[in-house]
């Protein structure tokens, strides 16, 4: 684990999902790893309002249906080329999120994810209903592929992937930044306590706001990149069943951690799909596993790694101003 903190362990990172093309057996795996990579950058969003913020929105996948629609009603129903579709999911469901904000980050504790879930049930009954603009149940097919970029065609699996790709490191790469300065650390004041951080001239709703409409955009602009590599859309991408999913990658990988919202997004499809050969049984093998994760790991991966190193220095930094048995101590003032 501690080659993947830092720099060096960032670069083998990319490094690897650069080669992973060339290492995949098949075209499937590639879809497979394409679409945790599309999943991984949604939840990198909603680990910055649950992670870092400590407030659980549990209509995230709503958000990232707002995306991908945007994307597949511009591009089917109105012709919009599918990089000005896809420019617009981000800031469609970042709008959005404003005035659901506004609203919903008056609440705290449960009461606010109560609130959500019922926000993303009505995004769901919206979006399967309203016949007319989203196509309803039947969906809407035929969303374009994206569109090439000069001598670039994104028109295989393989070139699609190193899209996805391009824009998970594009992600993660902006979230080290937000989390890594001052206001990152406004967030985790908010999360540790809303009083104190209050007390020290916080502005709790301008920065509770902020990092809402950050998550959401991260939400839409997956949503939007998922519409553009499937290329269909029905209201089950607004079901709440794929936030609880979003969530387990943050609890498995490590919560209001940078490296474990990704390892857990990426370990946890790769899981199940080694699992379907149990079919309706695997989960019921993957449950328990999930539920053992939580009791002895209940940071996840990275957060328990980070536990046992600050546990292993705080251990080693008493041994190591200890005296050295038989040794002479030094006379004040003179040099060893």
Request: proline content about 5%.
């Amino acid at each position: 684990m501690r080659y993947l903190t830092g720099k060096p362990g960032w670069l083998l990172l990319l490094a690897l999902g650069l080669a992973f093309p060339f290492l995949a057996k098949n075209d499937y795996h590639l879809t497979v790893m394409s679409t945790a990579y599309i999943f991984a950058l949604a939840t990198l969003g909603l680990n910055l309002i649950t992670g870092y913020t400590g407030q659980f929105n549990l209509a995230h996948s709503g958000f990232m249906a707002v995306g991908a629609y945007t994307v597949g009603i511009l591009t089917v129903d109105y012709q919009v080329p599918f990089w000005i579709a896809f420019a617009l999911s981000g800031v469609v469901a970042a709008a959005l999120g404003f005035f659901i904000g506004i609203v919903s980050l008056r609440l705290k504790g449960h009461y606010f994810s109560i609130f959500t879930l019922c926000v993303g049930y009505i995004m769901f009954l919206v979006i399967e209903k309203w016949e007319s603009l989203t196509h309803g149940t039947v969906g809407i097919i035929g969303i374009p592929a994206p569109t090439g970029i000069g001598s670039l065609a994104f028109d295989t699996p393989r070139t699609l992937y190193y899209l996805v790709f391009f824009f998970l490191v594009l992600g993660a790469w902006f979230m080290h930044r937000i989390v890594s300065s001052l206001l990152g650390r406004t967030f985790e004041a908010i999360r540790n306590s809303d009083d104190l951080a209050e007390s020290l001239g916080i502005d709790l709703m301008r920065n509770k706001l902020l990092a809402f409409l950050l998550s959401v955009f991260y939400a839409g602009m997956a949503g939007g990149l998922y519409a553009g590599f499937v290329r269909f859309l029905g209201p089950g991408l607004a079901g709440v069943e794929n936030s609880f999913d979003m969530t387990m990658y943050m609890l498995v990988g490590g919560i209001g951690t940078l490296l474990g919202p990704l390892l857990g997004a990426l370990m946890v499809p790769w899981l199940t799909q080694y699992l379907q050969f149990l079919q309706e049984y695997r989960f019921i093998v993957f449950g328990p596993i999930l539920v053992l994760l939580v009791i002895f790991v209940p940071n996840g991966i990275v957060g328990g790694y980070k536990a046992w190193r600050l546990r292993r220095d705080a251990m080693a930094a008493p041994a190591a101003g200890a005296p050295v048995p038989g040794a002479k101590p030094q006379p004040e003032g003179s040099h060893a």
